[in-house]
């Protein structure tokens, strides 16, 4: 009986965390909308349809992840989701980066579950956010392809560092004590893909980071090759 109060305390601990995260994003998101010269007055329920679709797509491109096995261990995986919510960021704002990011993650969640114990799925809302947030600021300041590059350019990295950070301090530990894998098992997991990863630090490095700079530098080309292209039909206007 103790053991199972401490389970569901420890779940309603990270269920906590979690709303609170997304909370801090939104804040985050609105003040920026606040400072930013260049929002697009969009109606409330265009706004609504709009983060509906992105995110619906969203949620099936994510449903599509897929392991690379010679970077890090099956449980860690790709996939190219951040896309759609990009250009919907781009298209109406930092705020509408984190529902739609939020909203992707509870469609997966309908469909095909967990297989991470919640932990990955909050992951990849979190460093998600970390790449798309930066880049719609950036790209509101001043609506350009310049501004659209060094948006990408700082997501890729705030991504890149902040998900290798933010895995070796919180999801590791949490995802070895809500899944019930050691983390001794992770790290010797990695160090079966590469003799260097020893310690969470070194699992970071040469497995988060290299994953989380593979999947955001895709998902920044890809937006640069495609907002022009599908903003129009997609969205049914504009720049």
């Not at 509870?106 to 579950?113: E, P, Q, R, S, Y």
């Not at 990295?157 to 998900?163: D, N, R, S």
């Not at 893909?193 to 040469?206: P, R, Y």
Request: charged residues 10%.
């Amino acid at each position: 009986m103790a053991t199972l109060w401490q389970q569901i305390q420890s779940n309603l601990v990270f269920l906590g965390i979690c709303l609170g995260i997304f909370l801090a994003l939104m804040v985050l998101a609105k003040v920026a909308e606040h400072f930013l010269p260049d929002m697009r007055k969009t109606p409330a329920a265009r706004r609504v349809s709009i983060i509906g679709v992105c995110a619906a797509i969203a949620a099936v491109v994510h449903m599509l992840d897929f392991p690379l096995l010679f970077l890090a261990p099956e449980f860690y995986k790709v996939d190219f989701s951040e896309l759609p919510v990009m250009l919907c960021g781009f298209y109406l704002g930092p705020s509408a980066t984190v529902v739609c990011e939020a909203v992707k993650i509870l469609v997966k969640l309908l469909f095909k579950g967990t297989s991470t114990a919640f932990v990955g799925d909050f992951a990849n809302f979190v460093i998600g956010c970390a790449l798309v947030l930066p880049a719609s600021i950036v790209y509101h300041i001043h609506k350009s392809k310049k501004s659209a590059v060094l948006g990408l350019i700082l997501g890729v990295a705030t991504m890149t560092v902040f998900g290798s950070i933010f895995n070796g301090i919180y999801l590791l530990p949490k995802f070895a004590e809500l899944y019930g894998m050691p983390l001794e098992a992770i790290l010797a997991a990695g160090s079966a893909i590469n003799v260097s990863i020893h310690d969470v630090s070194t699992f970071v490095i040469f497995a988060v980071a290299p994953l989380n700079l593979l999947k955001g530098t895709a998902v920044a080309v890809l937006t640069m090759l495609l907002y022009k292209r599908v903003a129009k039909p997609l969205f049914a206007a504009g720049k």
